[in-house]
Structure formats: C-alpha cells, structure tokens
C-alpha cells in the first residue's frame, strides 16, 4: 500500500503538540549548560523571502541539535519593526505605519510558524513597541550622562523642492527620489554616538573572536581603519601660519610636489574669497558629496589656490590645490602628495600636469617608471639628501624624529571610523528622549515620563518629519525649570534598535533595560548566524553597546556574539518575456515541444543568469507557495541540501522535488516496516550475524559523519550522509531474526534522530510511529558506539602552526590528499589559518596533521 504523507495535516499536528507541551519555552537553569542561539531578526516588510527561509532553518537546525545534546536551549525572535518602508507605504496607502508594520508581522509570525522554528514565542519583541524602546531611551539618556552622547552640525542629503531630509538610499542619480530635485548639502545639529572612544578596543578584540569568519574580522578592521603616520606643517610663504597635513608615508616627504586640501577646509574658503573660479569649484565640491569608497575610482578634479606652502627640508615652494579626492573629516582635511607613490596623487599630476619625482627605488632593484605609474611599495630611499640610502621603515623614523625636535610634527594615530550619527528626520523611529530649553539648554526626559511615545495622529501629506509638524507632540515643559521647552523631534537611526536586541531577550518583559542575573546567564549568544550584509555596521554597533552597557554595569560581556555565522544568498533564474519584461518563474512553463515559454502567451522565453532572488527582476519563489505545495519540511530540507550554508543556492523546482521525493520515501519506508521490527524497550541481544553489524556499522558511522557535520554547519554534508543511510536501509532483508529487528529498530530510530533538526514535523510523527510518547526534540541526540566502527576510522588532531585546532575523522586508509582536505575543511582549522599562505601539511599516520603556514 502506498500510503502517501501529507504534509499539512503531519505539519500541522506536530506543531499543536509542540505548543501544547511549551516544547520551546525556556528558562534558565542554572547548572545546566546553556545555548543561545539567534537569527538575525527580520525587518516587517510584508512576508518571508527565501533568504529568511535558509537564514531561520539553519538557526533551528543548530538549536534543536544543540537541545539533543542536552544544552538549555535559547531560540528567541522578534521585529526589528521601525525604519523607512512603513512610512512610504503610509505615505502610498494612507495606512498608519504602525498599522502597516503590525499588519505584516502577523503574517510573518504565522509564516514562522508554518516553517516549524522553535522560537521561545514569549520572549517575542517588537522594536516599535513603547515597552521595547522605553529602554532604549532610557539607555540613550545613560549615554549622555557618561558623555557618550553628544550634539554636532552635521550634512544631510536636503531635498530644496519638498523641504525635507532625505535618507541616503533616497538620493537617485544625485536627486530625490520624488521631487526629483537636485539633492543639496545642508548643515544641521544631529546627535552622535562617541563610539570613536571605543576604536581601539573594537579593533583589538577581533583577535578574540575565534568562531567568526575571517573575512567579517577583516571588513571590521578595515572599516575602523587604523593607520600610523605623522601630523606635519609647512609653513606658508609670505604668512605667519601653516598648512598641517597627516601623512602614513614620512619616508616620501622628499617625493612632495603639491599639496592638496579640501574644499572646505579654511585656505579653500580663503581662495574662493580672492578668485572666482575657486570659489565655483568649491561650491561645486560642496553639492556633490562623494562617499569615500568613490575616492580611488572617481573622476579627480582640482584647482590652483594661488597660496604656496614651504617645503620644510628644501625650503622649496609647492603650489597648494584644492582637490576633490580630499577628504575633510579625515586627518586634517589636506594632505601633501606625492605624484609618484601615491595612484590618486598620481593621477591628479598626470591631469594637471605637476611635477612627478621618484624617491623610493625597489628592494629588489628592478627598474620603476614613476612618470608611468606610481609605485606604492616600501623600498629604499632615492633622491632624499641624508635619508637616501635608508630603508622606508627607517626613514619613517628619522625623518618622524627630526620633525618633532624640529616642533614641526608629530607621530599620530588615525581611525577611519567616525562617531556614529544616529539623528534620523524621520516618524516611525524611537524618539530621542531629549528636550530643548532656552534657559536649561539640551535636558534629558525625566525616567518616570519615559517613554517619550510616538503620536499616532500623524498625517504625511505634508512633506518633513511629522513629529516637527504635529501641532501639540513637541511642546513640553522642561524637566528643570518646568518652563516652556521643545522635544527634540529626531528619532533614532534603526540601528540602535538591533544594537541591544540580542541583551532584551534574556528578560523581554523586565521593569528594567535587561535583568542582569538574565544577561549572566544567558550572554553571550552562542551562534548567530545572518547576512554578510550586516559584517560591518550592526555588527560593530551590537559590539560597541555591549561595551557601553558593561560600563553602565548592565552586562558582563564586552563580546556579545561568541560565534558568528554568515549565510550564503538563494538565488534563481531569471526570465524575459519576448516584449523584455521579467517574468516570475511562475509565469515561465514548457510548451509541448519542451520549450520555455510564458504561460499566459505561450510566446518564447529567453532565460537570464541566476542571480540573487530579488522583486526587481521578479525571479522570487514565495515562501508560502512552497510551503504549500511541499510542505514545510521539504522546504527546509531543501535550503539546507544544496550546497555549504556559507555560499550561494540556486533554487531550482527539480531540487525542492528531489527534497519533498526523500520525505515520502522516508515515511513510507517507516511505515510499511514498523511492523517488522523489534518492539519498542526489547533487550539488545547478546551476540549479531554478520548482516546486522553490518547495519550497525552503517548506522553508527553516520551518526558520527551527520553529528560532526553539523557540528561544523556542514548541513549538505550531513544529508548527502543521511540519503546514503536511506539507500543502505533500502538494502537490508528483513527476517524473523532477533538481532536483525533489534537492529532495524536501532537504525530507524537513529535516522528519525539524524533528521529530526532539518525535518522536525515529519520525524516528530515518525517517532511516535515508532511507538513513542515522547517529544523527539527533548530525547537525547544518538552517540555513536567507536566500537562498532573502529576498524576503519582513525581521529586525528589536526594543528596549525603547532597548536591544536580540532580533530577530524578519517578512514584508516584514507590518502593523503583527502586527509588534506577534509582537515583543511574544518571551520577552525581556517580561522586558524585566515589570510596565510599554506607553507606545507606535515601528516605523522593515524595521528597528527600538522598545517605549517
Ligand atoms: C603622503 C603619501 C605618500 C601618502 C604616499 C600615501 C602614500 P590612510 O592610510 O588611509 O590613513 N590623506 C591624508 N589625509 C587625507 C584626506 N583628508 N583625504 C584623503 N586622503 C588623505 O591614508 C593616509 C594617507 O592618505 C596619507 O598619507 C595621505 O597621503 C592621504 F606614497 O601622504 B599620504
Ligand atoms: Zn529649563
């Protein structure tokens, strides 16, 4: 009988059981060993993508193994609600952002549930809900008492036509996304957050984060940008003042042969006041911001200020310019350049025809054109007076020394990293609980008027920030004087609200930011695991909070998330229609002939690269439509079984076919064959015929593979495994024979366990087939008997550069080449490595490899 599994009514009766036993409500216990695992939380901008999907799958997958291992598991989730979407679409709906926002996580929550995830449901939060972001006021008013907080002019995009800030991914093509009108620099007082303070430490604690990739600790170190150099001045001729520059290259100070400011700096400004067409250049300057990633790529323009500065040891004059390629926030806005070691330097002399001298010569003395091309290395010293003849690194320090004895210079420090702007013109963000006072100055909210709420009787149609406009919400009296006073009408930038989320979690409903026994407990999260996307900025922010908060004694861990974990992108076809439109891969079938064809037309299709799934090119599978038509289980499988979780999945309907045709194999094989085996609590016999070691050597050694396989997120791994288990299964002859039911027992209820975390519906029902009462995901995790498998595997330990990294699995008479690689895989095996180059890999037989970098 082919009995065929349906998935909604399995899916749905699992997920009743699981919430009726609170399966996944969890409180500490002390003791036990804990485990928090978290998902990044989602923004609510409608329904789930598939990049959810994969991101939610894996987080559950590690947290349901995690709790077969006997760990206390944490899995919480929740909204990170306020941000821009809401209120355009208040603007094109004329809904309430509020209303928009809790309209869609009611579905999104539902679609969670759907996919199974075993979510803690009580400690859900919502950043847009007052008792959420209370505490983020009342955090932000700490800060400002500590003076990590402070209030500088600072640009904004200003649209001239609607009157309003704009955000940055507001600006199309340099004009607002819906005037339309040229975007302008504008000046304005902004709230910052002195997460500069903490550069040093951000920058020196990546070194500690040993389950991160490699490739986030570097975007971090170089996104903080610590550089070493020396602050020097020129003197300028024919006046008493200098010009002070920040260089990283002392050694090159013989190789000056301009100077470069920007155009705001104050000799700009002066220029501009004496000659014309600098002061159109530097208006020009002013209106088209560049960001800074533009600066090695950008078009360099520049122009002559007339002012000449003094060279310090040739007394020589050098034309100062102002330059666009000059950034103002960075060292002292100017810079001395050196045409022929620097590219941009470079660049800008061949245009304006400067002069370009050579003055560090190779190491290795192979010949250098500098007219040609700039030559950034370090090497020695050439056409440099008494510093000719030294190497760059020792020139750096002599000519350092001279200038600080000659008071001229000094070695400095220089971050790339800015203060953290957080003053956003916006309505749907948390309030800056600070208020304006003309007698008392800049005061924050009292803590019993927190939280300073957001009006809902806002109205868009006017354009600015409603919270400026709305004709009551600002008039306050201040908390000092009691006089009439304003609320600051700027909210947060979002970014604050996923800053702490992680802490909230641990006590979501406490009379206080975070309960500190919780946080004890609970911090740091084990695994995280979420887009690459966010390696820099909520990353570093969730890292500098954590800091803040230690120092405001409300944790005790500088490092909030122990392990990080980045998911690669799903990705799809895409399609055209024969008129060039994208076609969703719904709209898209085969014609009798076998061919792509639209469906509503039955007219060709000309089918694009796979790319990331993305609504502008419409090649998307929604979520729900799978979950419909597979079942939430295959869904999961799916995501997980294609490739490693790290790199990019292409979606294709063959591959969720191949997932949801595994499903029905499974159970129908448990269940025609349940009758056969052993019953449930039989005694292991004393001694097994050859087949039935021959089962259990097969089973045991996949639970050992699967267990090691997630163990290192190698989910695809684990399932390639698992399908192998199932064809071995698939062989096995039944018989009446003691030893081979209690063998067949042993090994249907080790696959039941193996997917149980990818395909935990199908495998809760299939456990109670197998005649038991309990919750599978509350049973322990099956461990593997070495003695079974002994014969043909070795552990060995594998190290880099001598220190012990892990240890890996292998066959006894594994070769060289796939030992390599297998240790080579390992995840802290590469984070050990990072960026070094492999020397050798040393193998001593059935006990060590050893990577020599
Ligand atoms: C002379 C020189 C010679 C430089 C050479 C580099 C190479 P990092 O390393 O990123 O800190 N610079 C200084 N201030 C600048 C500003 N406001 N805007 C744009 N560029 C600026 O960069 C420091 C280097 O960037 C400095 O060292 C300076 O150019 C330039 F062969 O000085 B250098
Ligand atoms: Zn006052």
């Known amino acids: 009988m082919d009995e065929q599994y349906n998935p909604r009514d399995v899916e749905q009766n699992a997920r009743d059981f699981w919430e009726e036993n609170k399966t996944f409500m969890v409180k500490e216990e002390p003791g036990k060993p804990k485990y928090y695992c978290l998902s990044m939380f989602p923004y609510p901008s409608g329904k789930l993508h598939m990049g959810h999907v994969r991101n939610y799958t894996i987080g559950d997958v590690i947290s349901r193994y995690q709790r077969m291992q006997g760990k206390n598991v944490m899995q919480p989730m929740g909204w990170d609600a306020f941000g821009l979407p809401a209120e355009n679409a208040a603007i094109a709906n004329k809904t309430a952002p509020a209303k928009w926002t809790y309209a869609n996580i009611e579905y999104m929550k539902n679609q969670l549930k759907q996919l199974g995830f075993g979510y803690d449901w009580n400690r859900e939060l919502a950043t847009c809900k007052p008792d959420y972001y209370r505490w983020e006021q009342w955090f932000f008013a700490r800060l400002y008492e500590k003076g990590l907080v402070y209030k500088k002019m600072s640009t904004v995009n200003w649209d001239p036509v609607d009157q309003t800030v704009l955000a940055n991914e507001q600006v199309v093509d340099g004009r607002g996304w819906r005037s339309g009108a040229l975007v302008e620099q504008k000046k304005i007082p902004q709230w910052f957050i002195r997460i500069t303070d903490y550069a040093e430490e951000l920058l020196n604690d990546l070194d500690q984060l040993e389950d991160w990739p490699e490739q986030v600790k570097t975007m971090q170190r170089n996104w903080i940008g610590k550089s070493e150099g020396t602050e020097l001045t020129f003197p300028l001729k024919d006046r008493d003042s200098g010009l002070t520059v920040y260089t990283t290259r002392p050694d090159t100070l013989m190789g000056v042969s301009y100077m470069a400011v920007a155009a705001e700096h104050p000799l700009a400004k002066e220029a501009a006041e004496r000659h014309r067409d600098v002061a159109e250049f530097v208006e020009e300057c002013r209106n088209s911001k560049t960001a800074e990633a533009e600066l090695a790529t950008m078009e360099k323009r520049g122009i002559d200020t007339g002012f000449k500065a003094i060279h310090p040891l040739t007394q020589e004059e050098i034309p100062i310019w102002v330059a666009n390629f000059v950034l103002t926030d960075y060292g002292t806005g100017a810079l001395m350049a050196v045409p022929g070691h620097d590219e941009r330097d470079h660049e800008f002399a061949r245009k304006y025809k400067l002069p370009i001298k050579q003055v560090i010569a190779a190491r290795d003395g192979r010949e250098i054109d500098v007219q040609e091309e700039a030559f950034t290395e370090k090497g020695t010293l050439v056409s440099s007076g008494k510093y000719s003849g030294l190497t760059s690194e020792e020139a750096f320090d002599e000519i350092a020394s001279y200038l600080e004895e000659q008071n001229i210079g000094k070695r400095t420090v220089n971050y790339r990293l800015r203060d953290w702007g957080l003053s956003r013109q916006r309505y749907w963000g948390c309030p800056i609980p600070m208020i304006h006072c003309a007698k008392c100055g800049t005061v924050a909210e009292r803590e019993e008027n927190l939280p300073v709420k957001l009006p809902d009787d806002v109205t868009f149609d006017k354009p600015g920030n409603p ?29 604050v609200d996923s800053s702490w989320y992680f802490a909230r979690f641990c006590s979501p409903r406490a009379d206080l930011p975070v309960e500190r026994d919780k946080v004890d407990y609970w911090l740091p999260v084990d695994q995280y695991i979420g887009g690459i996307e966010h390696a820099i900025l909520h990353l570093l922010y969730s890292r500098f909070y954590s800091r803040a908060m230690m120092q405001t004694g409300w944790s005790h861990v500088a490092e909030p998330f122990a392990g990080l974990f980045t998911q690669g992108m799903v990705t799809h076809e895409t399609y055209k229609s024969a008129s060039g439109d994208w076609l969703l891969p719904d709209e898209v079938g085969q014609n009798d002939a076998g061919k792509l064809v639209e469906l509503a037309t039955g007219k060709p299709v000309t089918v694009g690269g796979v790319e990331k799934m993305s609504k502008s090119k419409k090649n998307v599978v929604d979520p729900g439509a799978i979950i419909e038509k597979f079942g939430a289980d295959a869904a999961r499988w799916y995501v997980l079984s294609d490739s490693p979780p790290d790199r990019d999945m292409e979606w294709t309907d063959a591959g969720a076919t191949g997932a949801w045709r595994f499903k029905q194999r499974l159970y129908r094989y448990i269940t025609e064959n349940v009758d056969a085996i052993a019953p449930i609590g039989t005694a292991e016999p004393g001694e097994f015929s050859d087949a039935a070691k021959k089962l259990r050597k097969i089973a045991h050694k996949t639970v050992l593979q699967v267990t090691e396989n997630i163990e290192n997120l190698h ?19 039944f018989s009446d024979a003691a030893d081979i039911k209690w063998a067949l027992r042993e090994s249907m209820e080790m696959i039941v366990k193996l997917v149980g975390p990818m395909m935990p519906h199908l495998a809760e029902e299939l456990w109670q087939m197998l005649g038991h009462d309990t919750i599978l995901v509350e049973t322990r995790w099956p461990e593997a008997d070495p003695s079974l498998i002994v014969e043909d595997r070795v552990t060995l330990a594998v190290q880099v550069k001598g220190k012990l990294r892990g240890t890996i699995e292998v066959a006894v008479d594994e070769t060289k080449e796939k030992i390599e690689e297998i240790a080579l895989a390992q995840k802290t095996v590469q984070n050990a490595i990072g960026d070094a180059a492999i020397r050798k890999i040393i193998i001593v037989p059935n006990r060590i490899v050893n990577v020599v970098i």
């Open 467 to 495: 919270l400026d406009h709305h004709p009551t919400w600002k008039h306050v009296k201040c908390p000092e004087c009691g006089g009439d006073a304003t609320r600051e009408t700027d909210t947060m930038d979002t970014f």
């Open 715 to 733: 989910f695809n791994n684990a399932i390639a495994r698992i399908y192998e288990f199932m064809n071995a299964l698939g062989e096995v002859k």
